[in-house]
């Protein structure tokens, strides 16, 4: 399987995963019993945002080295980074909320928040991407 057609795949699970944790992490607040359910997804989306992460190491080396040379990382890196920044305060407050459920949440729900909206810039920034990818593939 070519790497664009992986990526694509990883990604379309990833996007799932996502919208699953998020809703799950929604209406557990009603529903207390589901917050295993949304823990449970959440180290899976964890898992696969590990994968992406690898697969792309290639990319994030060569971008930090030519933005060393040319002067200022570029704006993908540094979303990247962001991102994965944000991802780690959320899995890290998540982690923490299932051992201080009263003091873990709001840091919790800042973090989600705060990667959803990174991720929502990321998603804007790889469009193209993913409207051609989607196309080549179910066109």
């Known amino acids: 399987m070519n790497t664009t057609k ?12 996502f919208m699953l944790v998020l809703l799950s ?9 589901r917050m295993g359910l949304h823990a449970f997804i959440g180290l899976g989306l964890s898992f ?3 994968i992406h992460l690898i ?5 994030m080396a060569a971008a930090g080295r030519s933005s060393e040379k ?9 979303l990247t980074r962001l991102l994965a920044v944000t991802w780690l305060w959320t899995l890290l407050s998540g982690l923490h ?3 201080d459920p ?6 919790h729900a800042l973090a989600a928040a705060s990667m959803t909206g990174i991720l929502l810039i990321h998603l804007a920034r790889h469009w193209k991407w ?5 196309k080549r593939y179910w066109g």
């Open 55 to 59: 697969l792309h190491r290639k990319w």
């Open 70 to 78: 040319s002067g200022p990382l570029k704006p993908n890196l540094w």
């Open 102 to 107: 009263i003091n873990g949440t709001p840091t």
């Open 130 to 134: 993913v409207v051609t990818t989607t």
């Open 97 to 99: 909320g299932h051992l």
């Open 48 to 50: 696969g945002i590990v």
């Open 25 to 33: 992490g929604l209406t557990a607040r009603a529903a207390p019993e």
């Open 6 to 17: 992986l990526n694509f795949r990883i990604d379309l699970i990833l996007g799932f995963a």
